[in-house]
């Protein structure tokens, strides 16, 4: 038993220093990618000094290296049970009457570990920078000139134009954002009240909002009824619909409240209610990369050079991305179920691996 226990010790050592060496250098290649993109979307822009763009290229960078994780576990778990293949590690361990099973165990145990410390602890940190990102985004390109703000009673969206700015506020349908119960407060330039519009429901149309059965109340208290009303604005259905930002700003803590306060104002919450279930399925999907690296990794070396390992780990990791992508969007758009689309992924993944090690394994 206590050789058992020194062994697993061994390998889950060397699995969670590939997998954390892996994910080190692709952390590098995204940090440098997106310092650069940043760099060239910033030129010419007086606020964007080089601190800055470096300071949000990390924050977007911790976003898409939470992404790459899966990928990490692949090819770094390739890279420890290849060496151990080569060096005969593998020979000896089966040899001692020890299954493949029993060798992937400490393996399996940290992939899920860290896939549940990823999702738990890590997350609202990342969701935090993301956030933080989105808005410097905003601020500093000049991606957008509006806010958002969601409660239980309805949407808040403030927008800016060049004769002053308004806040309206409604409950909306999400098929095609007819608003009920609209308030509109209007402003000057210099932030003075001009007037407040209420009306029974409103209708964003290209280039204004056309409010019906409105009451007009000017800043000296007049009163007036008109039928219809328009208010310019430069908002579109996709701009408030990105105005919440996007999934990866709410923690998974937060998630399930910002999911049903979207519900509460009318608006769909698949997206965000995908992000979840994904974020759920990332332990085991971390598990299946264990079992599909395991796969492709542990043969003797008459079965297949390096070269072709390797290249069917590429070719693995590669369907993989494709075939998450696919669901994706089909959960997105509402054809398969959001359960379905989070987790089929993971589970076939799983299902597969399983499948190759007991097919290509004695024990």
């Not at 420890?80 to 029993?102: D, P, Y």
Request: glycine share 8%.
């Amino acid at each position: 038993m206590r050789h058992a226990g020194t062994l697993s010790v061994y390998i889950g050592r060397e699995f969670l220093l590939g997998c954390l060496g892996m994910l080190f250098g692709l952390g590098v290649i995204i940090v440098m990618t997106d310092t650069i993109e940043l760099l060239r979307r910033s030129a010419g822009k007086q606020v964007a000094q080089l601190d800055t763009v470096l300071g949000m290229a990390l924050m977007k960078s911790a976003g898409t290296t939470m992404s790459v994780i899966p990928f990490a576990v692949l090819f770094g778990g390739m890279i420890v049970f290849m060496r151990m293949s080569r060096s005969q590690e593998l020979i000896v361990v089966r040899a001692a009457g020890i299954s493949v099973w029993q060798f992937l165990a400490p393996a399996l145990v940290i992939a899920a570990i860290l896939g549940t410390v990823l999702v738990g602890a890590v997350n609202p940190v990342v969701s935090i920078l993301i956030e933080r990102y989105e808005e410097m985004e905003d601020r500093i390109m000049g991606n957008r000139s509006s806010a958002l703000s969601l409660s239980a009673q309805g949407l808040w969206i403030r927008e800016t134009g060049p004769d002053g700015h308004a806040v309206v506020h409604g409950r909306a349908s999400p098929d095609d954002l007819q608003f009920a119960g609209v308030t509109v407060f209007m402003f000057d330039s210099d932030g003075d009240f001009i007037q407040r519009v209420d009306a029974a429901s409103g209708r964003l149309d290209r280039g204004f909002w056309e409010l019906a059965d409105t009451v007009l109340t000017r800043n000296d208290a007049t009163q007036r009824a008109q039928d219809i009303y328009r208010v310019a604005t430069e908002l579109t259905r996709d701009r408030i619909r990105d105005s919440f930002g996007s999934p990866q700003a709410v923690s998974f803590w937060n998630l399930p409240e910002f999911t049903r306060l979207l519900e509460q104002a009318g608006f769909s919450s698949v997206r965000h209610r995908l992000h979840w279930h994904v974020l759920l399925a990332t332990p085991l999907l971390l598990c299946a990369m264990v079992l599909i690296a395991a796969a492709v990794s542990l043969r003797r070396t008459r079965h297949g050079s390096i070269t072709a390992r390797v290249c069917a780990g590429l070719l693995c990791a590669f369907l993989l991305f494709f075939a998450s992508d696919v669901i994706f969007a089909l959960g997105l758009s509402s054809r398969i179920p959001v359960v379905l689309a989070a987790w089929a992924p993971a589970t076939v993944t799983t299902l597969l691996g399983a499948w190759s090690l007991l097919h290509l394994e004695d024990g």
